[in-house]
Structure formats: structure tokens, C-alpha cells
């Protein structure tokens, strides 16, 4: 089938496809090491410290600002290429989502084997935390696969879902989108604050276990893939 195109397609502009993720997890490794440098001057009781706060360090996220953007990007600007050039909305949605899942593949391989090393060099020897996080998984190796190529498979959908919403209703979607949101927020604040045992409970759903939180990235994802699976069948370009 012609979705081989799609993917070559994809490859064309490299720095997009790889090295704006890239960059970006490079440069806030790059970040990380500099502090991990500026704390060996404080001491081992403050490295121990830093170590311990840094389970909780966001800076692997660097790499989702560029991958949902590559989810924007493959519906704003490859979708209506890839129609002007004669395929058709099958051949580019099963050629976008094996782009997707390599996408996710190789990134959670990277920083599985990313956090294989910095465990076995006690943070690069400077002991700090990049890709040994929460965010991560805390347990074996096979969740850390599993956790990030599911966060990331997620991110490139729900990237590629938000854009044909966009496309197939305009503004309207970013209006209702942000009041539903706002709303949403202002709801959890109006329960922890009046409602007895409300934020017990709260904290208790966001800390529930492995598997559960598994099953929501995966919900979260699935909602997204169906969603952008519909709206490409029917959105409009321009």
C-alpha cells in the first residue's frame, strides 16, 4: 500500500522527525548534569538529598513538548500534503500510526536503556536523576518500557486527535475545550476546599498503583486514537 509514503514522508525534515526531540532531552540532560556539578561542591549529605528530591525531577518531559508538536504537525501540515497528493485517508492513518509507534518504540527504548545507566553510574557519577524518576516507573526495567511507550504512543495521538478537532471545527473545539477544562479544574478546587475527605480521596486516586495508572495512560490514549481515527475520516482541508 501507498501508506509507505506517508512514512517517508514523515522522514523528509530529519530535524523534525528526530532531532527536535532530541535536542530537546539532550539539552535538558545537559541541565541536569550542570547541577549535578554545581551540588558536588555542597557536600554528600547534599547530594544524598538532591538524589532523593530528583525522583520526582519533570525534565524527561522535555521530550513530550516536541512529540505532541510532531502529532500537531502530521495532521496541520502531512495530512493535507498527503491528500493533494492522491492518498487517501486510509493509506495516511495507517501510515501515521506505524510513524506513531516507532516514534514510541524507539523512545521508550532510549530511555529504558537511558535509566539502565544512569542507575548502574549512580546518576552519571554526579548523583543526579534525569531518566531515574517517577515519571518513569520505580520498578523494573520492563515497566519503564511499557510506562513510556505507552506515555508517549498517547502524547503523539492525543497531538494528531487535538489538531482534527481543530480542523473540523474550528475555534469552536478551542473554546469549548478550554471552558470544559476550566471548569474541570474549578470543580476539583470547589471539592477540596468545601467537601470533607474530598482531597483524601483525590490523593488516594493519584496515588493508586502501577497497573491502574497503566490502565488510565492506556484509556486516556485509546479515547484519543478512536477520536483522531473518526475526525480524519472527516475533516476538511483547506
Do not use: C
Not at 561542591?41 to 516536541?66: C, D, R, T, V
Not at 498517547?154 to 489538531?163: N, S
Amino acid at each position: 500500500m501507498r501508506s509507505r509514503n506517508v512514512i517517508d514522508m514523515h522522514l523528509v525534515n530529519r530535524m523534525q522527525a528526530f532531532g527536535w526531540p532530541l535536542f530537546a532531552v539532550t539539552l535538558a540532560l545537559l541541565v541536569i548534569l550542570g547541577v549535578g556539578l554545581i551540588m558536588r561542591s555542597q557536600g554528600a549529605e547534599a547530594q544524598a538529598g538532591m538524589y532523593m528530591g530528583m525522583e520526582w525531577n519533570g525534565a524527561i518531559f522535555a521530550l513530550l513538548g516536541p512529540l505532541i508538536g510532531y502529532g500537531f504537525t502530521s495532521m496541520g501540515q502531512y495530512f493535507p500534503l498527503a491528500l493533494g497528493l492522491g492518498l487517501t485517508r486510509r493509506e495516511f492513518a495507517t501510515g501515521l500510526s506505524a510513524v506513531f509507534l516507532g516514534n514510541a518504540v524507539i523512545y521508550s527504548v532510549l530511555i529504558t536503556i537511558g535509566k539502565a545507566i544512569e542507575k548502574a553510574t549512580d546518576g552519571f557519577g554526579l548523583h543526579v536523576r534525569f531518566f531515574d524518576v517517577f515519571y518513569t516507573g520505580t520498578g523494573p526495567w520492563w515497566q519503564t518500557l511499557v510506562q513510556t511507550f505507552l506515555l508517549i504512543l498517547t502524547v503523539l495521538f492525543l497531538g494528531a486527535a487535538i489538531t482534527s478537532a481543530f480542523q473540523r471545527f474550528g475555534q469552536v473545539f478551542l473554546w469549548l475545550s478550554g471552558a470544559v477544562l476550566a471548569l474541570t479544574a474549578l470543580g476539583i478546587l470547589a471539592g477540596v476546599v468545601f467537601l470533607d475527605g474530598f482531597g483524601r480521596a483525590l490523593l488516594e486516586l493519584l496515588t493508586m498503583g502501577w497497573g491502574p495508572w497503566m490502565g488510565v495512560i492506556a484509556l486516556i490514549g485509546l479515547l484519543s486514537t478512536s477520536a483522531w481515527l473518526v475526525l480524519v475520516r472527516r475533516t476538511q482541508v483547506s
